[in-house]
T-cell receptor, first 111, second 112 residues
């Protein structure tokens, strides 16, 4: 069964550094998403992406964040200057007809 | 925007008993309601979903009911097993490309 895959599984970075989280969505899906989950809390929406552009973003998704689909298979989330409060599990998801399937996540730790 | 509330936050049942988790939503335009199961350190896994044109949906031991008038939906798990122990999240969605708004989660513990 096809799955959304994310790399790396765990990333430790120093405050102020840039990080890029990578995702390979399921191949025939058209909608792509990034969510995050702070430890022990609910899953929060960051951004949705469709037809090569952002379709919706949350208040969390400020100018420090950007997304890109650099080729036909990858979908990336970049955080330009990480803060301590960016530490969380970041989930990529892809979907069709609003059914969303999640990747296994990247645990980002900002120190 | 949409707000989803979920209860209870924790639920402990004995193996073989039923478990019910309830969610309410605020946006009457929401029309898709999935449920995700998340085991510790793992991805949210879609277990069942329901669309607003249906009142109930069942898949083996799992069922979901939707009351559009009251704006609430529920997850029912029958004959619970230890492997059902996990955190369950409800969510609501208002459009094809739009976000899922998640509830706060229910930690289900199935004891022997």
């Amino acid at each position: 069964e096809p799955e959304v895959t994310q790399t790396p599984s765990h990333q430790v970075t120093q405050m102020g550094q840039e990080v890029i989280l990578r995702c390979v969505p399921i191949s025939n899906h058209l909608y792509f998403y990034w969510y995050r989950q702070i430890l022990g809390q609910k899953v929060e929406f960051l951004v949705s992406f469709y037809n090569n552009e952002i379709s919706e973003k949350s208040e969390i998704f400020d100018d420090q964040f950007s997304v890109e689909r650099p080729d036909g298979s990858n979908f990336t989330l970049k955080i330009r200057s990480t803060k301590l409060e960016d530490s969380a599990m970041y989930f990529c998801a892809s979907g069709v007809d609003r059914v969303a399937f999640f990747g296994q996540g990247t645990r980002l730790t900002v120190v | 925007g949409e707000n989803v509330e979920q209860h209870p936050s924790t639920l402990s049942v004995q193996e073989g008993d039923s478990a019910v988790i309830k969610c309410t939503y605020s946006d009457s335009a929401s029309n898709y309601f999935p449920w995700y199961k998340q085991e510790l350190g793992k991805r949210p896994q879609l277990i069942i979903d329901i669309r607003s044109n249906v009142g109930e949906k069942k898949d083996q031991r799992i069922a979901v009911t939707l009351n559009k008038t009251a704006k609430h939906f529920s997850l029912h798990i029958t004959e619970t097993q230890p492997e059902d122990s996990a955190v369950y999240f409800c969510a609501a969605n208002t459009g094809t490309a739009s976000k899922l708004t998640f509830g706060t989660g229910t930690r289900l513990q199935v004891t022997l």
